[in-house]
């Protein structure tokens, strides 16, 4: 069963799923990631680039594709350099026995 989404229509922002990419090589790669649109997602102003809104007095992360990072002490996330071309909802967790 093929569940991927053209990138065109996009999931909610900040809920993470898996994006699928391929790099200037032609080297393809599947992550969990998430987007951030204009203004949604609150950042901190320790955050190396955040975009701050005068109007809200509130720092936000850039418009874009984050990969979350689960197994890093430092970072939560990081910035997809490469445009997703799909995605599709995470799967279920498996049951346990």
């Known amino acids: 069963m093929n569940n991927w989404i053209n990138i065109e229509t996009m999931p909610e922002s900040g809920k993470d799923v898996l994006i699928y990419y391929e790099n200037e090589l032609g080297k393809s790669r599947i992550v969990k990631a998430f ?5 949604e997602i609150e950042s901190s102003p320790e955050d ?3 975009d701050y809104s005068e109007e ?3 720092y936000y992360y850039p418009v874009g594709w ?3 990072i689960d197994n890093w002490d ?3 996330n990081c910035q ?3 445009e997703p071309t799909h995605w599709q909802p ?3 967790n498996p049951s346990k026995f």
């Open 80 to 82: 997809v350099q490469y």
């Open 66 to 68: 984050y990969e979350t």
């Open 90 to 92: 995470l799967p279920e």
């Open 48 to 50: 190396e680039e955040s």
């Open 56 to 58: 809200e007095d509130c």
């Open 35 to 39: 987007y951030a649109g204009k203004y």
């Open 74 to 76: 430092d970072y939560a």
